[in-house]
Every structure is written in C-alpha cells, then in structure tokens.
C-alpha cells in the first residue's frame, strides 16, 4: 500500500478538461451555489456543505486554509474570505499536482481566471479546449443567413484548432447523445442556419438547439482531427440524463473509427461502465471520471473502480471538470489520487498485478494518455 501511494502521491497530472476558477470573494450563498450541479438552493432548507462534495471540502481543503478537518462549512467560507481569493486560489491550486490545465473556454465570462491567468497562478502549462456550439452561437448572432454561416465556419474553425488542442461539444445538453450519425447535407446546414437567423432577435444570445447545426460542427470538427471531448451522463438541470448514455451515440462513434480523431466522453456518471465498454471496442474512444469524482466525494473511488473495470488502462483520462471552486480542483486530484492508490493497491498486494505494471498504468492515466491523445501537451 506504502509504496503505491507514495508514488501516486507524487504523480503530476494532465487535467484533460477543466475550466476557470472565479477571481472574486465568495460569500456562504456564492460558494454553496458554485459547489453543486443543482440550479436551485432547497426550499426546505439544508447546505451545499452537507454532501459528498461538501463533506470533502471540510476534510481536504479545510486544513490547508489553517482550519481543523471537518469544520463547518460557514467557518470555511468565513476563513476563505479572510485569506482573500488570490490567497485561497494559490494555496489550493497549488496543492494538486495538476502540470499541466486544459481548460474548456466556452462556459462562463470575465468572472473566472482564464487559462492563462491560472497558468500565471499555479506555474503550470495550459493549454484550450473550444466549445463547437459557443463558434456558432457567436458566428449565428452576426451573419446574413445560413451560406454565409456555412462558408464563415470553416474559417472559425480552423482559426480555433489553429490554437486549441481540442474541441468540446455539448449535444447532450442540446438534444441529446442520440442524435443521427449520418453527416447532413449543406443544403440542410444552410436551411437550418437560415431558420436560427430568421428566428433571431437583435443583441439576444443565440442558444443553438439545432440537431442539424451541431451534427454538422461534429463532423468539420472530425475532419479537423483535433480530439473531441463529448459530455457525458451527469451534469445540469438542462440535461435528460437518460439521452445522455454514450453507448446511444455508438453509430457516430462506428462511423469515426479510423478518421484519425479521438472521442474522449467526459464525466460519463453513472455510464462509467458503458464508457468503459466504447472504449474497449472503438480504437479511438476515451474516457474520464472528472465531475463524477468531486460530487461523489469519498465514495468516489466506486466510480473509479468501475472505470477500470474493462477499459484498457491505455484509454482512461484524468479530469477534474473543475468549475468556479479551485476547492473541485483541489477535490478532484486528492479524491482521484486515494481511489488509484486504493484500486491498484489491492492489486499489487494481491499479487493480480506487477509493481511495475501498476506505476506504468498510473503514469499512463495521470498524464500519458492526454499526452498521446492531445498534441502539444
Ligand atoms: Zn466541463
């Protein structure tokens, strides 16, 4: 058990998807806000800080802002504001062993610390991930109609894999992991294009919603052969958990098999294992727990564990899908780390797996996969 984490302990890691942590001081209602995927506090009362996520904040980042483990969540919140965020950002960030952030630009605006700003904070390398629907949006709210949408995406997204290692899409959020395989014709591009422009109203943010539009992006973004990260299963009250099981995008990821690009599901709870078996099958199919691991606390390593039930360990990413908090950075590596060293711990005792296995399978999920996967990192 020593030995293993020991090593885990001091494993650098490739957070694969992760976005900005929030500059400003938060107050009790701002942090409970920002430590939930919920969008509403309970009218019945009760606190953020007693969840699982909570729960892990008091135990792990308490006592690296001076506090006793387990102190209350007002006397946490209390102590963060008199450090000040700059303090509070440093200490945690700095605590988690991430070398390296790919940060996911498309949620979120000035109020979060960019992917340069916490490279500035943290001394690590960083790297972006851009959002396919967010290039639409924005290219949607200014053009005449869907030809000049069509002809102006091409260029958007080549300026984008110019400087992102990869592209993120949020079809789960949108319409739903089951949507049609099939590559749309640009005449229907252009038609459904024409149909956002028309339905538009002056300085309001388009919300693209349109399945047609997105396949669409999918695809110029497989052609572009920049990794694209999916979400996955868990996430907010917009999403239909049931649509959002990767093995009901299975027909896309056949057809992708051999472009040249990767799939990396992100999140997947609770469809680890589903995820698992795609990336078993499907040569360029990945998977990460990040998200699942913070909101599921100390009873993480569960989900980890079934993670690496089938997947070879060769296709499995370390994330945090860190949001707003460096608390869900801080919570995602040392809630990882202590779910790896448990699993491949009782492996190597067990004699199932060499020591060496073990150290080489750790490497590969905390930074070689990503390293493999994404170019430049
Ligand atoms: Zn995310």
């Known amino acids: 058990m020593s030995d293993i984490a020991a090593y885990v302990d001091g494993l650098g890691l490739v957070d694969h998807h992760c976005h900005g942590v929030v500059s400003a001081d938060l107050d009790l209602a701002g942090f409970e806000g920002l430590a939930t995927e919920s ?10 800080f007693d969840t699982p996520f909570g729960v892990a904040v008091r135990a792990l980042c308490a006592p690296l802002l001076d506090l006793p483990k387990h102190s209350s969540g007002a006397a946490y919140v209390a102590r963060r ?84 290692v990869g592209f993120k899409s949020v079809v789960a959020y949108r319409h739903g992991l089951d949507f049609d395989p099939a590559r749309p014709g640009l005449a229907d591009v252009r038609r459904a294009a024409d149909a956002v422009v028309a339905r538009r109203t002056d300085g309001a943010r388009v919300r693209l ?44 990821i056949r057809r992708t098999v051999g472009t040249g690009t990767a799939i990396t599901l992100l999140h997947c709870y609770p ?44 296709k499995v990413l370390f994330s945090t899908d860190a949001y707003g908090l460096p608390e869900l950075y801080l919570c995602g590596s040392l809630l990882w780390r202590r779910a790896v060293t448990r699993i491949f711990s009782a492996w190597v005792d067990a004699d199932e797996m060499g020591a060496g296995d073990a ?19």
């Open 271 to 314: 469809f680890q294992r589903e995820a698992a078996f795609l990336a078993q099958v499907y040569p360029h199919v990945y998977l990460d727990t990040g998200a699942a691991v913070n909101y599921t606390g100390f009873g993480s390593a569960q989900v980890v564990r079934e993670s690496l039930e089938l997947a070879p360990f060769n």
């Open 359 to 377: 150290v080489r399978y750790l490497d590969l999920i905390a930074s070689g996969n990503a390293q493999n996967v994404y170019a430049d990192v």
């Open 81 to 164: 504001s008199e450090l000040g965020p700059e303090e509070v950002n440093r200490r945690l960030l700095g605590a988690t062993g991430i070398d390296t952030y790919i940060i996911e630009t498309g949620v979120g605006g000035s109020e979060l610390l960019g992917a340069a700003e916490i490279g500035a904070a943290t001394g690590a390398a960083h790297r972006e991930v851009h959002r396919l629907e967010v290039i639409a949006e924005r290219l949607l709210e200014q053009v005449g109609g869907g030809d000049e949408f069509v002809t102006r995406l091409t260029d958007r997204l080549d300026e984008s894999a110019a400087v992102a």
């Open 39 to 48: 969008s509403w506090p309970s009218p019945f009362g009760g606190s953020n």
């Open 209 to 252: 919603t349109d399945e047609t539009i997105i396949r669409h992006l999918l695809w110029e973004a497989v052609d572009r052969r920049r990794p694209l990260q999916f979400h996955v299963g868990y996430g907010d009250s917009d999403i239909d958990l049931y649509r959002c099981d990767p093995s009901r995008m299975t027909e896309f």
